[in-house]
């Protein structure tokens, strides 16, 4: 398994993109039954009517916003999916793939921050900012294990520039 020799990457991968599945999924089906299950989720119309009714926005926009976000937690699992084929595949370029989608969801969690204030909800205007260092401290641990795999690469004997310059014989 090629995923098991960056196993810092690969757990990153598979919970980030865990998390932006089922969080998009919670937008579409938060306590509704699903078959086998009730899921029970976050009740975030009673949140977006509280909101929407502070901004004195029409309700009738609440679904579509939250449509709107599920697809864009959509969008960020996405990134993850692209690094972690290209991590089962050991193809080049994972490291540069999670960094871009570990931005991607930086970049999503400053918009939901943005809207914590605006709304002046506190409590999830803190639980996004923890979800931004969390995606740094991922963003740091993807870069060392990137880094110490390259040095490790270097002693390898496969490696085309081993002795450089080149031993006298």
Same mark, same amino acid.
């Given at each position: 398994?090629?995923?098991? %020799? *960056?196993?810092?990457?690969? =757990?990153?991968?598979?919970?980030?993109?865990?998390?932006?599945? /089922?969080?998009?999924?919670?937008?579409?089906? @938060?306590?509704?039954?699903?078959?086998?299950?009730?899921?029970?989720?976050?009740? +975030?119309?009673?949140?977006?009517?509280?909101? $929407?009714?502070?901004?004195?926005?029409?309700?009738?926009?609440? *679904?579509?916003?939250? #449509?709107?976000?599920? =697809? =864009?937690?959509?969008?960020?699992?996405?990134? $993850? #999916?692209? @690094?972690? #084929?290209? /991590? =089962? *595949?050991?193809?080049?370029?994972?490291?540069? +793939? !999670?960094?871009?989608?570990?931005?991607?969801?930086?970049?999503?969690?400053?918009?939901? !921050?943005?809207?914590?204030?605006?709304?002046?909800? %506190?409590? &999830?205007?803190? &639980?996004?900012? !923890?979800?931004?260092? #969390?995606?740094?401290?991922?963003? /740091?641990?993807?870069?060392? &294990?990137?880094?110490?795999?390259?040095?490790?690469?270097?002693?390898?004997?496969?490696?085309?520039?081993?002795?450089?310059?080149?031993?006298?014989?």
């Amino acid at each position: 398994m090629h995923a098991l %020799r *960056q196993p810092i990457t690969a =757990v990153v991968i598979i919970f980030w993109f865990s998390f932006w599945l /089922l969080n998009g999924l919670d937008k579409f089906f @938060a306590r509704q039954d699903i078959g086998l299950l009730r899921w029970w989720g976050n009740h +975030r119309v009673e949140k977006f009517t509280m909101y $929407f009714d502070r901004l004195s926005l029409d309700p009738a926009f609440i *679904q579509a916003t939250l #449509v709107f976000a599920g =697809v =864009v937690e959509f969008a960020a699992a996405a990134f $993850f #999916v692209v @690094a972690g #084929v290209r /991590l =089962v *595949q050991d193809k080049p370029g994972v490291a540069y +793939r !999670t960094d871009v989608a570990i931005t991607v969801s930086i970049v999503v969690f400053l918009g939901f !921050t943005i809207f914590d204030v605006v709304v002046g909800d %506190r409590a &999830e205007l803190l &639980e996004h900012s !923890t979800y931004i260092g #969390v995606l740094l401290m991922s963003f /740091l641990a993807v870069s060392a &294990e990137s880094f110490f795999r390259h040095l490790r690469d270097l002693d390898s004997p496969s490696t085309i520039n081993r002795h450089f310059p080149p031993k006298a014989q």
